[in-house]
């Protein structure tokens, strides 16, 4: 079996990853792009794929990914060089578009790898940071986990196969967190059943030591298991109000009404409010495509994302919503108003028709 030297050669992007033999069959990940909080750039997202296959090619077993510190695991795609691309005008979009298709191509080799997926998710998990690690089967939250899909908070979509991913996550969580773009919190990720174990960040050291020393997925496990990272599920308050909160409606309007009518609930309010400064073609759009449910396969997931991100990008408000969530820091000027929008629009954008 070949030393990850020899595998990897020159060519890593040392600005933005750090990797290690953990052992002879356990290689490690380490996002190290503090200053953009392990946002993925293209260039990381292109040197991992072909990676990936050099593993597996090369006999390794198991991928464990990390972040470096415990603010950002991945705070998701980088913002700052799709916007560059964007405002280069109509080849810049192209370019913007080209990384949109690889990138889901890649969340579906990933989730394809033979190789088992280790996810230690310290600080931000979204965006791309989510689906660039939820199919794997070992995902770590910490006390410090912040998983979230704020698309809708910048003028986007959830996109990267989370129309296929969201409406399978249990009790309405992937609506709140779709409409929304707020993150669940430590121990919530693991309650709410989308993390698989959840460890204290004092223990990440213990337990990276341990993997070298399984074999097999299940002396993973174990040794999870002897760390304490498989408590017993709760029913968390705020997890229960989403559950009942967040029930798919007819439309849009009517779940913003129920909203509406238990806002004297501080955590409901909240939840209202933030929807309301979203992006309101982005809030219609994801609802509608939260209802449709999951496509039958995460291929079909992202064949579909391929063909509707062509469509959306071009409409969308996205330049806008980075802009003023990097730059400005001012309430975005959103041209859409929700009350002004139609499901046949909206459903003319997702059909293509």
């Known amino acids: 079996m070949q030393r990850l030297q020899q595998i990897v050669g020159s060519t890593i992007p040392s600005q933005h990853l750090h990797i290690e033999d953990v052992s002879e069959i356990t290689v490690g990940i380490t996002l190290i792009n503090k200053e953009r909080l392990n946002a993925a750039h293209p260039e990381t997202e292109i040197f991992l794929s072909k ?38 005008g109509e080849e810049g979009i192209n370019q913007a578009l080209r990384g949109f298709y690889f990138q ?52 986007f979509y959830p996109d990267n196969t989370a129309t296929y991913y969201l409406p399978k996550i249990p009790k309405n969580v992937g609506l709140y967190l779709g409409l929304t773009g707020d ?89 209202l409010d933030r929807i309301r400064v979203n992006n309101p073609l982005s809030v219609y759009l994801t609802f509608e495509l939260y209802k449709r449910g999951p496509e039958p396969t995460l291929r079909d997931s992202i064949k579909f994302n391929q063909e509707f991100v062509d469509r959306f990008f071009k409409i969308c408000e996205f330049e806008e919503g980075v802009t003023s969530l990097l730059f400005t820091k001012k309430k975005p000027n959103w041209k859409y108003k929700l009350e002004e929008l139609t499901l046949e629009f909206v459903n003319s954008l997702i059909t293509g028709k």
């Open 51 to 88: 990676l990936f296959r050099q593993l597996e090619a090369n006999g390794k077993r198991f991928l464990l990914l990390k972040g470096v510190d415990e603010k950002s695991f991945c705070s998701g795609g980088d913002l700052h060089h799709c916007l560059s691309s964007v405002k280069k």
């Open 183 to 271: 993150p669940l919190i430590g121990e919530e990720v693991y309650h709410a059943g989308i993390a698989n174990y959840i460890l204290k960040n004092n223990q990440i050291p213990e337990f990276v030591d341990g993997l070298r020393k399984v074999r097999t997925d299940e002396e993973v496990h174990d040794l999870l298991v002897r760390l304490g990272a498989k408590p017993q599920v709760k029913e968390l308050p705020k997890l229960k109000i989403i559950e009942s909160m967040f029930v798919p409606t007819r439309t849009i309007f009517e779940l913003i009404d129920r909203l509406e009518q238990n806002k004297q609930i501080p955590f409901v309010k909240s939840a």
């Open 104 to 155: 889901f191509d890649f969340v579906g080799q990933i989730a394809e790898l033979k190789l088992t997926q280790i996810s230690i998710w310290t600080g931000i998990v979204m965006g791309f940071g989510v689906f660039f690690s939820v199919y794997g089967k070992f995902r770590i939250a910490t006390e410090t986990t912040l998983f979230g899909v704020p698309e809708c908070k910048i003028g």
